[in-house]
């Protein structure tokens, strides 16, 4: 076998197409492989039946494919129009790259590869070429695989915000709880992206009908769109939303407490998490802490009861103990307190409806925690359609091939 034929081999070419030259420069560090066609070869059409079409004229191509070692390589080919009978003049495509790509598809696969594992910037920079052109392939790819996702037993539906820089910025994901992956991201938190993912999910060929359940945030501009584009289904405000409320309450009281009180400064992680993930130290300076008749430590056996409120399983009980919990709560003259309750009282139904759903909230804190990996991999980049893209290549389960 002589080299060309080894490179024709290795890159799985097939007749007409085979290596002509290769040429190497170690000083310039790269491998070009110029692939041709044989003389006289002929080729299937693109859009009709017809299979032997004889070339009508050529273009010049190069394309990055993968390293050979540490050498950057090139493939380089005359690409043919044929002449189709039936037809007309039409495009080839070659077996080594998609149409208007300027890498192989190789290379694309190990881009995608490496993009589930590192940010797109670091990407760009391991292989050589501007993140620009790595956010393209994504994007063709994430679309491609995106269209190709089976939603038919898709029926709980979850609606998460995740912030896109500290603070401003939100975005709205839209997730299919049992498979446990964002299908759609919108823009905003508006009311208006609850009808832009129904849009979407018909674009896919689905009924958004096929929807029973919705697990969501208490936020009155998901709950509208709610109203308007998903009226057959439930709502249920899972375990994690509400004790997000809670936690921010605790926050609150033990924010204006620590002016008078030094104990409580540096001690916002211990309130905040759940006791058995605490370290020995911080169960030590709990404990310290709760001896003495602090605020905080109040608004802490509030919260902690209502925790419970997901441990009972009797639904009829559940909401009898959530009335208790409600009475202590506003009773406790701490204000962040009482209007977090207040809010729980709000959305009464959807808080009480997860007794019925057992909407397990893991799924929905895995969600968001993936999310959060996503906006890393994308780090220096702002572009909404970047961040849509890189949700999807991390949390949507995307197949590719
Ligand atoms: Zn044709």
């Not at 003389?39 to 190069?62: I, L, M």
């Not at 909401?319 to 709000?346: D, G, M, Q």
């Amino acid at each position: 076998m002589d080299e060309h034929m080894l490179f024709s081999t290795a890159l799985g070419l097939e007749k007409p197409w085979k290596v002509v030259e290769i040429e190497f420069s170690k000083d310039k560090g790269r491998l070009d492989l110029t692939i041709d066609f044989q003389r006289g070869a002929t080729f299937p059409c693109s859009s009709c039946e017809e299979g032997n079409c004889p070339v009508h004229d050529t273009k010049d191509r190069t394309w990055r494919h993968l390293n050979f070692f540490q050498y950057e390589t090139y493939l380089h080919a005359r690409v043919p129009r044929i002449k189709c009978k039936a037809c007309g003049i039409k495009q080839v495509e070659v077996p080594w790259a998609r149409p208007g790509s300027g890498f192989t598809l190789l290379f694309e696969m190990l881009v995608l590869q490496l993009c589930r594992e590192m940010s797109v910037a670091g990407v760009g920079e391991l292989v050589g070429e501007h993140a620009n052109r790595i956010w393209r392939i994504l994007e063709h790819y994430v679309e491609r695989a995106r269209r190709n996702v089976d939603l038919s037993f898709f029926h709980i539906l979850g609606i998460d915000e995740f912030s896109v820089r500290k603070g401003h910025n939100y975005m709205t994901s839209f997730s299919d709880i049992d498979a446990s992956r964002v299908l759609f991201v919108a823009e905003s938190r508006r009311k208006e992206v609850v009808s832009k993912f129904t849009e979407d999910m018909r674009q896919r060929g689905y009924d958004p009908e096929q929807i029973d359940l919705i697990c969501c945030d208490m936020w009155d501009a998901y709950l509208n769109g709610i109203r308007n584009h998903l009226p057959q289904a439930s709502v249920v405000f899972d375990r994690f939303h509400i004790m997000k409320q809670m936690n921010k309450a605790i926050e609150k009281v033990r924010w204006a407490e620590q002016k008078t009180n030094k104990d409580l400064k540096k001690t916002r992680f211990i309130w905040l998490k759940n006791p058995k993930n605490l370290t020995e130290k911080q169960k030590d300076k709990l404990s310290g802490l709760k001896k003495y008749d602090l605020k905080t430590a109040r608004a802490y056996h509030i919260k902690l009861a209502l925790a419970r409120f997901w441990d009972i399983e009797d639904s009829e009980e559940s909401e009898a103990y959530l009335k208790k919990w409600y009475f202590w709560a506003t009773h406790s003259r701490l204000a962040p307190v009482i209007e977090a309750a207040r809010c729980i009282k709000n959305y009464w139904q959807g808080v009480i409806n997860y007794t019925k759903s057992r909407i397990t909230n893991g799924v929905v804190e895995g969600l968001n925690s993936k999310i959060k990996t996503a906006m890393k991999r994308a780090y220096g980049f702002k572009q909404t359609q970047y961040l849509k893209t890189i949700v999807y290549l991390v949390v949507g389960k995307l197949c590719f091939e």
